[in-house]
T-cell receptor, first 118, second 113 residues
Framework: NAGVMQNPRHLVRRRGQEARLRCSPM?????VYWYRQLPEEGLKFMVY????????ESGMPKERFSAEFPKEGPSILRIQQVVRGDSAAYFC????????????????FGPGTRLTVL | EDKVVQSPLSLVVHEGDTVTLNCSYE??????LLWYKQEKKAPTFLFML????IEKKSGRLSSILDKKELFSILNITATQTGDSAVYLC?????????????FGQGTILTVHP
């Protein structure tokens, strides 16, 4: 059973370009979470998605950042017009957690995408 | 706002030593506390704790939660160089924050041979 997959693992962009980060959850997981880890800081929650739904985007910057998890295909975190401050490691996690069934399960993390903005 | 504080921020020990990592938290509508180990890649799940006073063990690692005092500890006995990593503590809240993890800043553990 493959784990959470993220690509690319490393991404270099110039200021003003767009960055697209992809996350494929573990098989059987329908809940995806994105976290950002700035240098020398802990992981910070950005957004929680289910298929075709954004459940909680309270950690997402209001401008330039968007996320989606379509019915088919991976979840995408999109950063438009990147700035140097966006340089960070972006981690995706998935879980089979069901909001309605209250099953407690943990989040499993992917290897991350390290974004560098020049 | 939910908050997680870990201590110490860094720790240097020698192989064979025992270490205790601390995690205190403030969270509305607590659901669970999790420990992860992060080397130069994905955080790897160690433990999920939901009930006070019940120790969870995995080999040389163990962890316990105190919901009254709002803290958890992670113990590592007979440390090895392979234990060198950043140890992350996170809490999950219920309600509208369901599923969202709030992380501490991590404890950097370095184990020398």
């Amino acid at each position: 059973n493959a784990g959470v997959m993220q690509n690319p693992r490393h991404l270099v962009r110039r200021r003003g370009q767009e960055a697209r980060l992809r996350c494929s959850p573990m098989k059987g997981h329908s809940h995806v979470y994105w976290y950002r880890q700035l240098p020398e800081e802990g992981l910070k929650f950005m957004v929680y998605l289910q298929k075709e739904n954004i459940i909680d985007e309270s950690g997402m910057p209001k401008e330039r950042f968007s996320a989606e998890f379509p019915k088919e295909g991976p979840s995408i975190l999109r950063i438009q017009q990147v700035v140097r401050g966006d340089s960070a490691a972006y981690f995706c996690a998935s879980s089979p957690l069901s909001r309605t069934s209250r099953i407690k399960d943990t989040q499993y993390f992917g290897p991350g995408t390290r974004l560098t903005v020049l | 706002e939910d908050k997680v504080v870990q201590s110490p921020l860094s720790l240097v020990v020698h192989e064979g030593d025992t270490v205790t990592l601390n995690c205190s938290y403030e969270v509305t509508n607590f659901r669970s506390l999790l420990w992860y180990k992060q080397e130069k890649k994905a955080p790897t799940f160690l433990f999920m704790l939901t009930s006070s006073g019940i120790e969870k063990k995995s080999g040389r690692l163990s962890s316990i939660l105190d919901k009254k005092e709002l803290f958890s500890i992670l113990n590592i006995t007979a440390t090895q160089t392979g234990d060198s990593a950043v140890y992350l503590c996170a809490v999950e809240a219920g309600g509208t924050s369901y599923g969202k993890l709030t992380f501490g800043q991590g404890t950097i553990l370095t184990v020398h041979p």
